[in-house]
């Protein structure tokens, strides 16, 4: 079967790398937008993170820490209400495109159902942050920050069930202008709520959270208005697919579970190493979070382009050519190797020039001179591990796109375990430095990489659909 498609596949004489079906330019179409998006997104906290640190080293360690820990409470819904995509890009695939409304409408129903449990987590923060014994100022700033993102949990799922929509059927242009437009509001918001300004007094890492609050409500809006425009009713069903369908909705539980758990573990995984670093003290908290910060600018980009992998391996799959559905996520990674390659050598060589935003103030530049020294150092580790990186969101977003959601659950399960207790081991038991705790958090990255490369190599997924298709023979994500 496969061997037929690469025929076909191959037959309109198109063979170089760039130009043929799935390749750099296929891509490249469904993922710049995508990649545009996530680093709207990474500059927008970037920036955030940038303030905060001009209104104190404190403020910006608590809200990078806050930011994590509410990222973990909401990314098992966000797992599920984006596994839309799936469903959308198969159906799109398969031409049902009638079902594509009706699926992206169950999508928004588990945003519903879920928001209510985020906003429970409110009144629990003093209990959760005091766990982990940060300095009393830290602390404070942690539960406000947090508390206050909590009110950004609902609109954040419906909006990436929503989004869906576009990004599943491949118009990513639309997501792209989404989510520039909502990050530059936040951008402005931020600067005007922080410190003050045109009758509104200075609200601190108060006026950090609203901020971000209020462009996600934005942002939910307008997907939704996009989305029930007239014209897309007939076609996709956008207007008759609101009501409550049991059968897909079991079925977006089902594979998008996993996907959220997996989100889950990892993020939870990676808050208790963050957790755990700020025992190690003020200075080794403040650069972790800086180093991180500036990490996004190469991660976020690549979240993109795995996205676009998904979303072609889903299409493909779709049509029953699982030849594209491989080759798209090679493609995929080629590009994002390059790029990772290239960002790498800028934290290697010129670390100090990512970081001057960090210090532009002279209060921040006075009072951080090791923080900075520090911070520079630990994007010796991020350059050691971006590639792999790259790798891991690009393979397991393919085998996520083809429904193979289980495994990936199972991997992360056993990694962020591991990651959680050996953090503990490394700072409460082993009473080992910044070093020994940063090539923890590299190894962690390497091993997932690999095994998720090799999970691709060997093919299962090839044969794994979230729809129903009578072709299809396999239709779970059992391993």
């Not at 797992?79 to 031409?95: D, H, I, P, S």
């Not at 594209?324 to 060589?349: K, V």
């Not at 080992?432 to 095994?451: P, Q, R, Y």
Request: aromatic letters at 14%.
């Amino acid at each position: 079967m496969a061997a037929q498609a690469e025929t076909a596949a191959d037959s309109s004489g198109e063979t170089s790398w760039w130009s043929r079906r799935g390749g750099g330019r296929e891509v490249a179409q469904v993922s710049a937008p995508l990649v545009i998006s996530s680093l709207s997104w990474t500059i927008m906290t970037f920036v955030d993170r940038m303030y905060l640190n001009w209104w104190s080293g404190e403020a910006l360690a608590a809200a990078f820490t806050a930011s994590v820990a509410w990222w973990a409470v909401v990314c098992l819904p966000m797992g599920l209400c984006g596994y839309a995509n799936t469903f959308v890009a198969q159906y799109y695939g398969a031409k049902e495109l009638d079902k594509i409304g009706v699926a992206v409408w169950q999508a928004v129903w588990v945003a519903i159902v879920c928001s209510p449990v985020v906003l429970l987590f409110i009144p629990l923060a003093p209990t959760f942050f005091g766990l982990a014994e940060h300095p009393p100022q830290v602390l404070a700033y942690e539960i406000e920050y947090f508390q206050i993102l909590l009110w950004g949990g609902p609109p954040l799922l419906i909006a990436a069930a929503a989004c869906c929509f576009y990004s599943g059927r491949g118009e990513t242009k639309v997501v792209m202008l989404v989510d520039a437009g909502t990050a530059l509001l936040n951008v402005v918001l931020d600067y005007w709520w922080i410190f003050g300004g045109l009758g509104l007094k200075a609200y601190g890492v108060a006026g950090a959270g609203w901020a971000t609050v209020a462009s996600i409500w934005v942002k939910a809006i307008i997907y939704l208005a996009l989305m029930w425009q007239r014209k897309y009713a007939a076609i996709y069903g956008t207007h008759s697919g609101l009501r409550f369908d049991r059968d897909l909705f079991g079925r977006l539980f089902y594979f998008g579970g996993p996907s959220g758990l997996q989100m889950l573990l990892d993020v939870a995984g990676f808050t208790i190493f963050t957790l755990l670093v700020g025992r190690l003290g003020s200075v080794e908290s403040q650069a972790t979070s800086i180093a991180f910060s500036v990490g996004t600018l190469a991660f976020m980009p690549i979240i993109g382009i795995g996205i676009g992998a998904s979303i072609l391996v889903g299409q493909h799959l779709g049509e029953n050519n699982d030849h594209l559905a491989a080759r798209s996520t090679y493609s995929a990674a080629y590009l994002a190797w390059g790029y990772m390659a290239l960002i790498s050598l800028l934290y290697l060589f010129t670390p100090q020039l990512l970081l001057e935003g960090f210090f532009a103030t002279k209060q921040a530049a006075e009072s951080g001179t090791e923080v900075r020294e520090l911070a520079a150092h630990l994007m010796k580790f991020v350059a050691a591990y971006n590639l792999f990186d790259a790798t891991f969101i690009i393979f397991s977003s393919a085998i996520k796109g083809a429904g193979d959601t289980r495994f990936v659950f199972y991997v992360s399960l056993v990694l962020a375990i591991a990651l959680a207790t050996l953090s503990y081991q490394c700072v409460e038991v082993w009473q080992s430095g910044l070093n020994e705790c940063w090539l923890l958090i590299t190894a962690w990255i390497w091993i997932a990489a690999i095994t998720f490369f090799l999970r691709f190599r060997q093919g299962k997924w090839r044969s794994m659909r979230v729809i129903e298709l009578p072709a299809v023979l396999h239709v779970d994500a059992a391993i």
